[in-house]
């Protein structure tokens, strides 16, 4: 086979070509399809890019090819696609020499990778096609492109597409990204694609957002700003909370302030949509973390729709009857539901004091004894309790309620602890931003729900004690063991025990970490499993950090409760039909050139 001078290459002859209409050469490794039609020679990328199916063998008829597989159509002389969900096949350059066909099997690309997949990823993103998104995801992370970028640019879609405002979808994007830094590697290109296909998922066929804009002035004092958000917010009144709202991001108030504000409106009322509200808009600030601030215009605006139409708890008669919660509530918090003067002399009285949590406070909090609970809160409080400290219990709590979760319950009361846990988990996220105040409704929201949830661990599953399980093992062995464990259903109690045994034997917990993760993202795992995992790990980190004011063994059972409660609640949802891995895997193999098709 000869070589033209100038990067072309010899690969058939004119005259058979002439007769076949279609040929099958190779230049230079590259598997290229010729065809000679309307008297014209084409030369185009053998693999279909949809999913890899031999374009020699399909149709060419009025200047179209189609591919047999899936009858993706492609404009001949330039490959591009007639179908958003095939992308555009390669073409190659074609001249004629003495009867000879020569091709350039080297072209220059229309678009560096990076840019070509981000223009795929947009293309998923509005058509919400499952395997352009696994694609233009692995294609971007391949091409060393950030995972904030294109985390970015679904954020931008989210909330631009998305009228109700912030919902699950972005939810789970920013779960994804908080723990993408604990996968392995290839786990976090599946991180990636499942947080941005439940965007798509989540806006699709959705009417889009139509911006309120900020008022015209900034010179507005932050108290009074967040009086009026605070006003809308429980008129329900949309378009003036999202005024406030983005004038306070235009004026250029802080992080901590605007968290504040945005933190005062969800506690005004408790539990506000079984605590999706605040679960949401931690996640929103979180996912500015990793994306930028610069997108927290539109970010925080799309939050005001979720808090004004929320569901307000102390509006049902769970939080009424038999004891009036509210009313407990509303004596510490200074007479009303939404006051805070009764919170902000407690935190007066306590604000040069140290405080130790009580021996006896996790079991107050997990009691039965609403009033106790409601006392020991306030009078940690009066004690110099910051809110972040008293969250942290909190949210020890509520991972406790799901790691002993009783099996005999019904199965979709998993979501009643699991909604507990994830708002508890918000409540401790909001203060490393802000020591508002108002956060402190928070904790005692959450701590009451734990309350509310007690039945649920009537009788309590057990929970492995530290040095219970040290049957010697290897952690590699009991890592297996578990990810076999959630290819059964039912396996629930075995799935804790080996995550007890993991930590008895000596395991790294960064590599249960990692086997979890891969665990979850292998399963179509559904909004409330990819949030318990996720806020677990924060669950851990956290106890992690306690180690220097808390005895070894107090920590090891700290870690160890929330993934042990992950790990369980994983355990009850799978396994699960795996088809988003199955796209996953097949646009993996595309992406790498391997042979999807049997007959290639």
Known sequence: MATHDT???????????????RELVSANGAAIALFHHEGEIRAVDNRCPHMGFPLHEGSVDDGILTCHWHHARFELSCGDTFDPWADDVQTYPVDVRDGSVYVDPDPPRDLPPAEHWADRLETGLEENLRLVVAKSTIGLLDADV?????????????TRYREMGWSSGLTILGCMANVIDDLEETDRKRALYTGVRHVASDCASEPPNFDQPSFATTDVEFDRLKRWFRDCVEVRDSDGAERCLRTAVAADCSDAEVAELVVAAATDHPYLSTGHALDFANKAFESLEHV?????????????????????????????QPIDLVVLLEDVYGGDISATNG????????????????????????GDDPEAIVD?????????ATPEELATQVLAAAATRVAQFGTANEF??????HHTFTYANAVRQFARRTDAVELYRGVFDAAINV???????????????????DTGRDPETIREDLLETFDEEGEVNEAGRLVGEFFDCGGDPDELKRTLGHGLLREDAGFHTLQNLEAAFRAFDLASGEAESQSENAVGRRQ???????????????????????????????????TIHEGE
Do not use: K
């Not at 039909?577 to 646009?587: K, M, V």
């Open 292 to 320: 930028g601030w610069d997108h927290a215009d539109d970010a925080l605006a799309s939050l005001v729709d979720p808090l004004a139409t929320a569901a307000r708890s102390d509006e049902q008669s769970s939080w009424r």
């Open 343 to 366: 919170l902000e002399e407690l935190a007066a009285a306590g604000s040069e004091r140290t405080w130790e949590p009580p021996a006896d406070l996790q079991s107050t909090l997990l």
């Open 376 to 384: 020991a809160l306030a009078a940690a409080v009066h004690e110099g």
């Open 146 to 158: 950030p995972y904030q970028e294109p985390m970015a640019a679904t954020v931008e879609f989210g």
């Open 412 to 417: 979709s009361d998993w979501n009643t602890v």
């Open 451 to 469: 309350y509310l949830d007690r039945f649920l661990n009537t009788p309590p599953a057990p929970i492995p004690e530290p040095g219970e399980n």
């Open 560 to 594: 160890r409760v929330p993934m042990i409660a992950t790990a369980r609640y994983m355990a009850a949802h799978f396994p699960t039909r795996r088809e988003a891995e199955q796209t996953f895997t097949i646009a993996a193999r595309l992406n790498r050139g391997e």
């Open 7 to 21: 990067g072309f290459v010899e690969v058939a002859d004119l005259e058979s070509l002439e007769e076949s209409g």
